[in-house]
């Protein structure tokens, strides 16, 4: 084990401590501190199935956990799952892959398959449930390239056939990343499904992301999106 390694694995062992055994002052504030020291080893795992594995483990058992402290030491491990993924495909392009390429498709992998795990958690009064599956599809969307992630593709289909506001705006635009990346175009169910989104949705953000994945894709133009965006100001912001 590299000495790196070694200090990587020290502090995700730091965050079990206090999660099984946290001091008696200050409890959530010595779970964020050791939280906080993650983040540096994220280029080094980022071509390290094990490390990232490990690294899961420990974010899965803040999430399941109860301590104080532990929703905002989640966010801080989520967001340094993300960076891995963005730091994974640094090595898989096309003209010039990394030695170690595969490694990283394995980390990907990994990742992808927790974030489709965080899209099925559910946990009553949850604060940090919708930001969980919002860090979730942002690391399915660096993936997506990669790996397969056709399980995530589904459940972000279902989220937007249900018209669900909970993760409905980033589960659209996993979608339109996904369609882009592979030069796909929806069909006439998920157009209908999406002008049916922006048309029923409260939410300018909603409406708009359902819209901006309809001009991107080829579905409607832009003339046809923003006489509907008017549309919708006139329903649900009369007088703006």
């Known amino acids: 084990m590299t000495p790196q390694r070694h200090s990587f694995e020290a502090a995700l062992m730091d965050i079990r401590r ?5 001091p008696i002052e200050d409890r959530a504030d010595a779970l964020r501190r050791a939280a906080w020291g993650v983040d540096r080893f994220v280029r080094a795992i980022a071509s390290d199935p094990d490390g990232t594995k490990s690294l899961i483990d420990t974010v899965r058992a803040v999430r399941d956990s109860k301590v104080p402290g532990s929703r905002v030491t989640e966010a801080l491990l989520m967001q340094s799952l993300a960076s891995t993924a963005y730091e ?15 490694l990283r498709r394995e980390v990907l992998r990994e990742l992808a ?7 099925g958690f559910r946990r009553s009064r949850d604060s940090f449930g ?3 599956r919002s860090i979730a599809f942002e690391i399915l969307a660096w993936a997506a390239p990669h790996v397969e992630v056709r399980e995530a593709v589904e459940i972000a289909l279902s989220i937007v056939r249900s018209g669900d506001g909970n993760g409905l705006r980033d589960a659209i635009d996993f979608l339109l990343e996904r369609f882009q990346d592979r030069g796909e175009v929806p069909d006439d169910d998920l157009v209908k499904t999406l002008l049916g989104v922006a048309e029923r949705t409260r939410s300018r953000s909603i409406a708009f992301g359902a819209l901006n994945f309809l001009v991107e894709t080829g579905a409607i133009n832009e003339f046809q999106a923003l006489d509907r965006m008017d549309t919708w100001k006139e329903r649900n912001q009369p007088g703006w």
């Open 130 to 132: 919708g930001r969980r």
């Open 18 to 22: 206090c999660l099984v055994d946290p």
């Open 88 to 102: 994974s495909i640094g090595g898989l392009t096309e003209e010039n892959p990394a030695p170690d390429a595969d």
């Open 113 to 119: 398959g927790y974030a489709v795990d965080c899209l």
